[in-house]
């Protein structure tokens, strides 16, 4: 059974920084990729980031372009989700998700870990 655990979630001030990551265990083949999202209070779940496991290849929301970068270690079955300058709108609930072939819907998702930016 797959499994995906955040970590790294917590309060900062505006223009903080904090280092999200996504354990990923339990799976039986390598994923396509793995994808960053966050749902904040009476908002529907968004698009954050995303990266290819073999390639590496990312994408980013256009409100984590330049801010936000995202990158994963193949040995530990890890991704990471680097904030930077971070403002009182990145406050949410950030999940991290798998997605287990290419053009598949992300299938396994984690708990989440809550960020909070204070102004």
């Known amino acids: 059974q797959v499994q995906l655990v955040e970590s790294g979630g917590g309060l900062v001030q505006a223009g903080g920084s904090l280092r999200l990551s996504c354990v990923l265990s339990?799976?039986?083949?390598?994923?396509?990729?793995m994808g960053w999202f966050r749902q904040a209070p009476g908002k529907e779940r968004e698009f954050v980031s995303s990266?290819?496991?073999?390639?590496?290849?990312?994408l980013y929301a256009d409100s984590a372009k330049g801010r936000f970068s995202i990158s994963r270690d193949r040995t530990n079955d890890t991704v990471y989700l680097q904030m930077n300058s971070l403002q009182p709108e990145d406050t949410a609930i950030y999940y991290c998700?798998?997605?287990?072939?290419?053009?598949?819907?992300?299938?396994?998702w984690g708990q989440g870990t809550q960020v909070t930016v204070s102004s």
């Open positions: 998700a798998r997605q287990p072939f290419v053009g598949a819907p992300y299938d396994s």
């Open positions: 339990g799976g039986t083949f390598t994923p396509y990729g």
């Open positions: 990266i290819t496991w073999n390639l590496g290849r990312t």
